[in-house]
């Protein structure tokens, strides 16, 4: 099965569990979708995806939606603009001094899109245990976490397509998240 088959997965089973929240919660993709126009007013197709993925996945932890940030926008541009010239995932933030939290996506091959992205880091959550407070030994949770941080309230994201052809995308989170010895939620 190839990454695509895997995402397409992931994303059914996403809408799947919301779908099945909305039942119970009056929580609806468009509903969804309507309070990310309200919250990114004037924003671009690709803003509206980032935010509308990032929202889907905190309605299923019932976290309020975040709202976008031009700021947030502003820095993860300029942030994805310096690796535009070979899409290397290098150190995470530029001498790890933004204040911000931050969530990275790069690939080749493919036109990834922003909702490729966030499909990808919510998908995270299989590892992530809510009772320790940990993630599976070997893998990877705190893209998830960052995402439904209940403590976050705004994002800002970027895609650059880099000289090499790769796609480089970031988030970043404000206020941010993944502090040791605190829950997510």
């Given at each position: 099965?190839?990454?695509?088959h895997?995402?397409?997965i992931?994303?059914?089973?996403?809408?799947?569990?919301?779908v099945?929240?909305?039942?119970?919660?009056?929580?609806?993709?468009?509903r969804?979708?309507q309070?990310?126009?309200?919250?990114?007013?004037?924003?671009?197709?690709e803003?509206?995806?980032?935010?509308?993925?990032?929202?889907?996945?905190?309605?299923?932890?019932?976290?309020?939606?975040?709202?976008?940030?031009?700021?947030?926008?502003?820095?993860?541009?300029?942030?994805?603009?310096q690796?535009?010239?070979?899409?290397?995932?290098r150190?995470?933030?530029?001498?790890?001094?933004?204040?911000?939290?931050e969530?990275i996506?790069?690939?080749?091959?493919?036109n990834?899109?922003?909702?490729?992205?966030?499909?990808a880091?919510?998908?995270e959550?299989?590892?992530?245990?809510?009772?320790?407070?940990?993630?599976d030994?070997?893998?990877?949770?705190?893209?998830?976490?960052?995402?439904?941080?209940?403590n976050?309230?705004?994002?800002?994201c970027?895609?650059?397509?880099?000289n090499?052809?790769?796609?480089?995308?970031?988030?970043n989170?404000?206020?941010?998240?993944?502090y040791?010895?605190?829950?997510?939620?």
């Amino acid at each position: 099965m190839n990454s695509s088959h895997i995402r397409v997965i992931l994303l059914l089973g996403a809408i799947n569990l919301l779908v099945s929240i909305s039942t119970t919660k009056a929580i609806t993709l468009s509903r969804v979708f309507q309070i990310c126009r309200n919250l990114c007013p004037g924003c671009d197709h690709e803003s509206l995806q980032f935010l509308f993925r990032h929202n889907l996945v905190r309605a299923t932890r019932f976290e309020p939606p975040l709202i976008w940030d031009r700021r947030l926008q502003n820095y993860a541009q300029w942030w994805a603009g310096q690796r535009s010239s070979d899409c290397a995932l290098r150190h995470s933030t530029p001498n790890g001094r933004s204040g911000f939290g931050e969530n990275i996506y790069w690939g080749y091959g493919a036109n990834f899109s922003p909702a490729d992205a966030v499909v990808a880091w919510a998908s995270e959550k299989r590892f992530y245990h809510y009772g320790s407070n940990s993630c599976d030994r070997g893998q990877m949770c705190g893209h998830y976490t960052q995402i439904i941080w209940k403590n976050t309230r705004r994002v800002g994201c970027a895609r650059v397509v880099c000289n090499n052809g790769g796609i480089f995308m970031t988030c970043n989170y404000d206020p941010p998240g993944n502090y040791i010895g605190q829950r997510p939620y």
